[in-house]
């Protein structure tokens, strides 16, 4: 298949020109997406654009990831049903910085001539004054034209300010300076960019001779639940370790949707078709199947294989029985936080472990039992364990010291009631 034919396959081609499934087989063509670093991280919903960009260069094309320096500081309108808040210049620069360097684990920026290329749309207006752009570039877009875009039109009874306004403006001179720069013909981006995209061709159009430039859309995802997709409950799923661990990650994919998991894998996955449709076919009686492989290749390919690994023993400590002491002993900080979020947590004063018992712990400081007697009960019938190792008596002495690294407790009341205590 070639590059427009993977593209359906995959569910990733929502439009195109008509004249570029041509341009693509006369050699390599150089494309872009435009990217605003209005967040702090890149999110697994931008991960569509990036696997759209991933593709194109696997095809043997040029991509360019074009950062949002200028148009960040504006606002696409695209999307939304009100005015976005600006960012503060500090806050776009640092997290254009930051999203720059995450691109650099995506995309091969070294090798080859289809390697590909970073660029930031704020060098391209940084010495433009507003007579100039007015003259330039809204002297060849009409107001009826503009009015005419989607993303203008679902605004016009909410508002619309000038400046989201003019934002199809910018991205139709950034398409323009791409052209010239790099020979740029091709805009990608996700279905809602279709007008901005065409605004782009519309001006080059009109201001070169014979230029052939295109546009090419993806199909807004979502999941069967009509949401959308890249969030989870609590919040967004972000490709910054330090923002969705690794683990999370990980259960993001694992709790998706059966109804999902082929979308999800045509997208996702850099699996051949043949591969896929095995394991499409193989989910339909275990889905569980499908999600393992699918979790695992993007923990790996978004953060790493150390990451996948680390993922995994929070998982042994939560679903496997027969984790020991000495497991416990090796699990690092980040991996006890992941492990809190999933865990019911008690913070506990360090000063109050003194002269306690098992039988204490479980009522007074950390409500696992409702009483006394019911502790009691409990360690009869051997059903607590503090870090693995089974309580027998209830008057079982309790110390600081039996936290591991000083801050962390896993009690377990029974097989399937886990805890963790954290000392402060």
């Known amino acids: 298949m070639n590059f427009i034919e993977t593209l359906q396959w995959r569910g990733m081609l929502a439009d195109h020109t008509p004249d570029l499934p041509q341009a693509l087989m006369k050699g390599m063509v150089t494309g872009y997406i435009g990217f605003d670093p209005t967040a702090p991280s890149l999110t697994i919903g931008n991960y569509v654009q990036i696997m759209l960009l991933k593709h194109f260069q696997l095809f043997g094309h040029k991509p360019i990831v074009l950062m949002g320096g200028a148009t960040g500081r504006i606002g696409d309108p695209s999307g939304k049903d009100k005015e976005r808040e600006l960012k503060s210049e500090v806050e776009l620069d640092r997290n254009l910085q930051f999203q720059q360097q995450q691109f650099t684990k995506f995309l091969d920026f070294d090798q080859g001539k289809n390697q590909a290329l970073f660029e930031n749309n704020f060098n391209f207006y940084k010495d433009f004054n507003v007579l100039d752009f007015l003259r330039q570039v809204g002297k060849h877009l009409t107001v009826n034209y503009m009015l005419s875009k989607e993303s203008v039109q679902k605004r016009l009874e909410t508002g619309i300010s000038f400046t989201e306004f003019s934002y199809q403006l910018l991205q139709a001179y950034d398409y323009f300076c791409l052209y010239n720069k790099y020979g740029c013909t091709l805009q990608m981006g996700g279905s809602d960019q279709w007008g ?26 979502t999941k069967s639940d009509g949401k959308k997709f890249g969030k989870s409950e609590e919040g967004n799923i972000w490709l910054d370790p330090q923002l969705t661990s690794p683990y999370k990650f ?31 076919s193989e989910s339909m009686s ?21 990451a996948y690994n680390s993922a995994m023993q929070v998982s042994e400590l939560l679903f496997n ?8 002993f090796l699990l690092t900080n980040q991996q006890y936080e992941d492990i809190a979020g999933e865990l019911p947590t008690f913070k506990i004063n360090r000063d109050q472990f ?67 205590l954290i000392a402060v």
Not at 252 to 275: A, G, V, Y
Not at 287 to 306: C, F, G, M, N, W
Not at 371 to 391: G, H, L, T
């Open 321 to 328: 029985p027969k984790v020991t002491t000495e497991f416990l």
């Open 196 to 221: 901005n995209i065409t605004a782009g061709t519309e001006y080059i159009r009109r201001n070169t001779t014979g230029a052939e430039v295109h546009a090419l859309t993806s199909p807004l995802l």
């Open 354 to 420: 003194q002269n306690i018992t098992v039988t204490d712990l479980l009522t007074a400081l950390a409500p696992i039992c409702s009483s006394r007697s019911e502790a009691r009960k409990a360690i009869q019938n051997q059903a607590i364990s503090i870090n693995k190792f089974k309580i027998t008596e209830h008057e079982f002495p309790i110390t600081s010291n039996q936290f591991i690294r000083d801050q962390w407790m896993v009690v377990e009341n029974g097989k399937k009631n886990k805890y963790l």
């Open 250 to 280: 990980y259960q993001f994919w694992i709790n998706s949707d059966d109804q999902d998991l082929s979308k999800f894998l045509r997208i996702f996955s850099l699996k051949d078709k043949t591969e896929i449709e095995q394991l499409e």
């Open 286 to 306: 275990n889905p569980q199947t499908i999600k393992r492989v699918l979790a695992e290749e993007l923990t790996r390919r978004i953060h790493s294989d150390e």
